[in-house]
């Protein structure tokens, strides 16, 4: 496929701004990834095209919330695609823009996205619960000329949302709303109808590549990374997880976690199940009773969840189920790491095949194989995607462990990128010399290649598949005139795996502080929910270490229980210790 046929004739589009801001690989990798036939120089928006002509009438996505429930052909997703393409061109995007995308699981989502790739424009893929402090900072940080977003979602309202971060960033030209009152912003509805929209967007398109996407990193640092996902790495991501977890044509794709995520978007997901030309479900939430009912009436054959909704799923189909899930032949789970004996439990209660996943949006995805024996999907994270992947398992100075022994894992590849968007300082620390993106995951290997995650070495806690980094909200918490110091970290969350402690210093002349008092203070400040501190501890000192830093490690421990080896941690302060709940964020 010549890449021009995505968007017709023209001159080609200028996307050197996204390249140049996106480290890049060396010719040699990139001349191995293509001779291999990885990268076939196919773009996303042609793929889709490619789909629509060879069966315009199948349907392509389903989105059942609505009545009816509506549903989208290949040839009517392609057409829409363009549609939106010529409108947004039409009010001024062009090649290379960055336009943030936060959609919820809807037929529009994808309509959106492939209405950017046909332009060339790059969608950098916000998730639902991201709020002010996010979605501001993706909007200035990439320099977006627009935001797409709901109207209400989930009990808030994006177009509030959008006035705020429009009024504070000054690039940012458009919002687009996908509900029919977008307020004082356009509605997605009517980007079609834009004058002068009538024709296909100018310029060849994106070449194969270009940046297709920015993805969110899970971050270890005060702000998140922002991951470029190339059209030729994305696809061959994609195209191999299809093979590898038997997507074809007949597939019916549950998207059950947010759309933008890229394991559902990815790993085989819904791209997965548009390249095969088989059919994707969009599950507005993931409780088992509505994901159960979607499986039934859609005839759902795989899915993805991260463990805590396996877990939630495992339960409910065990306890007994009115709904048929008989046509469930693959459950994905990966995103945290899944324990064995919940592993066990999977395919006696959901009837299903069960397949683990250990991927990162910076690319590497492992996957256990649908013919592994019983112990190896099991008690294993996978194995990597393609032959052509490096895993490097190292000690703390780079030197390879023994095989079998536990050790930092390094990994370059034909879909792992070589460097974050616009971070070079950055970069030099996450990446070594040689091209090898420090996952931060601490992994064994095993003969066969599988991968066992045993922790983490980087700063970030996996609150259940969400990622949150410390040092984000740390800052967020500094910010409060009464705190002193404050520190993030996990503790055991048997549901959750780990949940969020925060350890808060109050300055000394601070009156009285509740722990509800300061998560409400964050929540004001824009921070997404499930960022917010799951339990905030007051104490009088902080651990340090012999130069006198705040021991993280001892403030780890002893979130992990009073019996861990550095002891109780630090005296909490009786007056001010309250020990609240889970803050409610899936
Ligand atoms: C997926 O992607 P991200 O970018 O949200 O998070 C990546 C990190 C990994 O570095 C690792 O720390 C953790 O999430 N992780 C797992 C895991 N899968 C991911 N830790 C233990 N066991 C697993 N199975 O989470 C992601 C991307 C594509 C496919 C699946 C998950």
Redo the contacts with the bound molecule.
């Keep these: 496929m010549s890449p021009a046929a995505d968007t017709g004739t023209g001159t080609r589009a200028d996307t050197g701004t996204a390249r140049a801001d996106a480290p890049s690989w060396p010719a040699e990798f990139a001349e191995r990834y293509r001779s291999a036939g990885h990268w076939r120089g196919e773009t996303l928006g042609g793929m889709l095209r490619e789909r629509a002509a060879a069966h315009p009438d199948r349907v392509a996505v389903v989105d059942p919330d609505g009545d009816p429930r509506r549903t989208v052909s290949y040839a009517e997703l392609d057409a829409r695609a363009d549609r939106l393409a010529a409108g947004f061109t039409a009010r001024g995007i062009a090649p290379g823009d960055r336009v943030v995308v936060q959609l919820p699981n809807t037929a529009e989502f994808l309509e959106v996205v492939f209405g950017l790739f046909r332009i060339g424009a790059v969608p950098v893929l916000a998730l639902p619960a991201h709020r002010r402090a996010e979605i501001g900072y993706f909007c200035a940080f990439t320099e977006a000329v627009a935001y797409v977003c709901p109207g209400r979602h989930a009990g808030f309202d994006h177009r509030d949302l959008a006035a705020e971060v429009l009024r504070d960033t000054p690039g940012l030209r458009h919002v687009f709303v996908a509900d029919r009152d977008p307020g004082p912003f356009t509605a997605l509805a009517d980007v079609p109808r834009t004058p002068g929209s009538g024709g296909p967007p100018p310029g060849g398109g994106p070449r194969p590549e270009d940046v297709a996407l920015l993805q969110l990193?899970?971050g270890s640092t005060g702000v998140p990374k922002l991951i470029p996902r190339t059209h030729d790495d994305y696809l061959y991501s994609v195209r191999a997880s299809n093979e590898i977890c038997g997507v074809t044509a007949d597939s019916v794709y549950l998207v059950a976690l947010p759309a933008a995520?890229?394991?559902p978007l990815?790993?085989p997901g819904s791209l997965g199940l548009l390249y095969a030309g088989g059919r994707v479900v969009m599950c507005p939430q993931p409780s088992p009773d509505t994901a159960f009912l979607l499986i039934e009436r859609e005839g759902v054959t795989i899915t993805g969840l991260v463990p805590p909704l396996a877990l939630l799923w495992t339960e409910a189909a065990a306890a007994g189920t009115p709904y048929d899930l008989s046509s469930l032949d693959v459950l994905l789970?990966?995103?945290?790491?899944?324990s064995e004996e919940a592993a066990r439990r999977v395919r006696p209660a959901i009837g299903c095949r069960l397949q683990?996943?250990?991927?990162?949006?910076?690319g590497l995805?492992n996957y256990t194989r649908l013919d592994d024996p019983d112990e190896l999907v099991n008690g294993t994270?996978g194995r990597p995607i393609s032959a052509d992947d490096e895993v490097l398992v190292v000690d703390d100075e780079d030197r390879e462990v023994e095989p079998g022994t536990t050790g930092h894992l390094l990994t370059r590849g034909p879909y792992t990128i070589r460097g974050y968007w616009r971070a070079p300082e950055h970069n030099a620390r996450a990446f070594t010399a040689d091209g090898f993106y420090r996952?931060?995951?601490l992994v064994r290997a095993l003969p066969s290649g599988h991968l066992v995650?045993e922790g983490?070495a980087k700063d970030?806690i996996?609150r259940g598949?969400e990622?949150i980094a410390p040092e984000e909200v740390e800052n967020h918490l500094l910010a409060h005139p009464a705190v002193h110091d404050a520190h993030l970290v996990a503790e055991p969350d048997a549901y959750l795996g780990e949940r969020s402690l925060a350890y808060v210093v109050l300055r000394p002349a601070a009156g009285p502080l509740r722990p509800a008092e300061l998560k409400s203070y964050l929540r004001g400040r824009g921070l997404a929910g499930y960022k917010v501190p799951d339990r905030i501890a007051f104490v009088a000192a902080l651990p340090t270490t012999g130069v006198g830093k705040v021991s993280k490690r001892e403030l780890r421990a002893a979130a992990a229980g009073p019996d861990s080896p550095a002891g109780p941690g630090p005296a909490v302060r009786p007056d001010t210790d309250r020990t609240e709940g889970t803050n409610g964020t899936p």
């Design positions: 990193s899970g995520h890229n394991f990815s790993s789970v990966g995103g945290a790491k899944f683990q996943v250990f991927g990162m949006a910076e995805v994270q996952t931060g995951d995650v983490r970030q996996n598949g990622k």
